[in-house]
């Protein structure tokens, strides 16, 4: 389970976790989520959100933004994301993550294995969710975040299923598209909607 040790590897100063969600989907924007934690005040049981399940992830989602000393999310678009590629889209929905945070931080610890080209000082952890607390509650955040909206999309666009897949490239999704075609939320950037040839 996640804990407190690498953000104590970086006081004083204030602490901030950052992750991402929606990397890999054919649909939707890539949310990423930014958290600075009170270690005095830190809702039980945070994990890698694939982790929890959705009931539970909804509980820690109400838990973090109550307790947590503040939190931020960035989105990058569909467009930007065609425009730099998902990478740099990645990380540019991180950064709009930790400038959206009401206080700044001293030190900013990343899932994965790179960070952002930033002011802050930083350090890339993989698979941080599932090692530091402060990402964990980032990649809660940043999934709930990101599911509401693609459940918010489902109702406009219904053939597509991303009421349940989020956007991922599921056999109903991927029938839908060949179907339909693509919509301005599709990725035309993303092998599987650039081969079908519906652009």
């Known amino acids: 389970m996640p804990d407190f040790a690498h953000e104590l590897l ?3 100063g204030l602490v901030a976790g950052v992750d991402e969600a929606g990397r890999g989907p054919l649909a939707g924007p890539v949310v990423a989520a930014a958290v600075i934690l009170r270690q005095e005040d830190c809702p ?3 994990n890698d959100s694939k982790q929890l399940s959705a009931a539970r992830r909804a509980v820690l ?5 109550a307790r947590a000393l ?3 999310l960035g989105v990058a678009s569909v467009e930007e994301i065609d425009s730099i590629n998902i990478l740099w889209a990645t990380m540019l929905a991180m950064t709009r993550a930790v400038e959206a945070l009401a206080h700044d931080c001293a030190h900013v610890l990343v899932d994965g294995n790179r960070c952002p080209q930033w002011r802050w000082a930083s350090t890339a952890i993989v698979e941080g969710d599932a ?3 402060s990402i964990a509650a980032a990649s809660i955040l940043a999934k709930e ?3 509401r909206m693609m459940v918010e999309a489902a109702a406009t666009h219904p053939h597509y299923g991303w009421e349940s897949n989020k956007g991922y490239g599921s056999a ?3 029938a839908a598209l060949r179907e339909h075609g693509p919509t301005p939320l599709h990725r035309r950037s993303f092998a599987p909607v650039a081969q079908l040839s519906l652009l």
């Open 10 to 12: 970086h006081h004083p």
């Open 44 to 46: 039980e049981g945070l």
């Open 61 to 65: 989602e109400g838990e973090i933004k």
């Open 70 to 72: 503040c939190w931020g």
């Open 131 to 133: 090692k530091c607390l």
């Open 145 to 147: 975040a990101r599911d």
């Open 172 to 174: 109903r999704h991927l």
